[in-house]
């Protein structure tokens, strides 16, 4: 496991959870840090990235305006702050490092990452 995510947990719709994402052994690679989710028979998506060097956040439709990224370069941790949770926000939540491009499409591709941690379920209940 290149990456330990942490925080998640079971939860009622419109509460919070914040998730942590910190590498195992060696600090974070590539461009950015990105948080995917993916629910039960459904493809792994892009929820949120943050790039390491200027923090430039990328946030996917669904979670603008309730999620937020941040990062701290001295506990050498990303942060996916969760707020006005929804039961459709039920998911493994993964981190992954390892993207080599700024640009906004690759950003946000799965195959872009090379670097995945192994998940932290998240559950909203309704």
């Known amino acids: 496991v290149q990456l330990q995510a942490c925080g998640g947990g079971l939860v009622q719709a419109g509460g919070s959870l914040r998730l942590s994402c910190t590498p195992s052994?060696?600090?974070?690679?590539?461009?950015?840090v990105g948080w995917f989710r993916q629910a039960p028979g459904k493809e792994r998506q892009f929820v949120a990235a943050i790039a390491w060097r200027d923090a430039r956040p990328y946030y996917a439709d669904p979670v603008q305006g309730r999620f937020a990224i941040s990062r701290s370069a001295a506990r050498n941790t990303v942060y996916l702050q969760m707020n006005s949770l929804k039961p459709e926000d039920t998911a493994v939540y993964y981190c992954?490092?390892?993207?080599?491009?700024?640009?906004?499409?690759?950003?946000?591709?799965?195959?872009?990452?090379?670097?995945w941690g192994q998940g932290t379920q998240v559950t909203v209940s309704s």
């Open positions: 992954a490092d390892g993207v080599r491009d700024n640009d906004n499409y690759y950003v946000r591709r799965t195959a872009s990452y090379d670097g």
């Open positions: 052994g060696r600090t974070f690679s590539g461009y950015a």
